[in-house]
């Protein structure tokens, strides 16, 4: 019933105004629809709001991922833009640089300014 219907992430965060400079200066992603309460990006095909909340950065888990085509670039210009970048150094998941590789892919997890985890995915596609 719902294959065919768009998904979007919902993000909390403890400053709005604070997140909406990451996200709109610094990831480079302009917003699409705001109000006091919320504000909605495009990010290629996907949606994703902001919201203010008590709880932000309060997951300890990934809540969304960018796809990208080069992954070691885009860590570099974000690395530029004052992005810093996880590092792990567990059995599971062993970071260089900054980029790991999960199963095929490649990722790079860096936190918003609330703490959110989020992630770059370069999938390796055959």
Not at 17 to 37: H, M, N
Not at 49 to 74: C, K, M, N, Q, W
Not at 83 to 111: H, N, S
């Amino acid at each position: 019933m719902l294959a065919e219907s768009p998904l979007y992430a919902v993000i909390p965060v403890s400053d709005l105004q604070e997140a909406r400079r990451f996200y709109e200066e610094v990831l480079g992603i302009p917003p699409v629809r705001e109000s006091e309460t919320e504000i909605l990006y495009r990010a290629g095909d996907t949606r994703f709001a902001l919201y203010p909340s008590e709880d932000a950065g309060s997951a300890r888990h990934t809540l969304g991922s960018f796809i990208v085509e080069d992954i070691e670039a885009v860590v570099a210009e974000l690395r530029w833009r004052g992005v810093g970048f996880e590092d792990y150094d567990l059995p599971e998941l062993k970071t260089v640089e900054g980029i790991a590789r999960l199963g095929p892919d490649k990722v790079a997890f860096f936190k918003d300014p609330s703490g959110n985890i989020l992630a770059l995915v370069q999938e390796d596609v055959f």
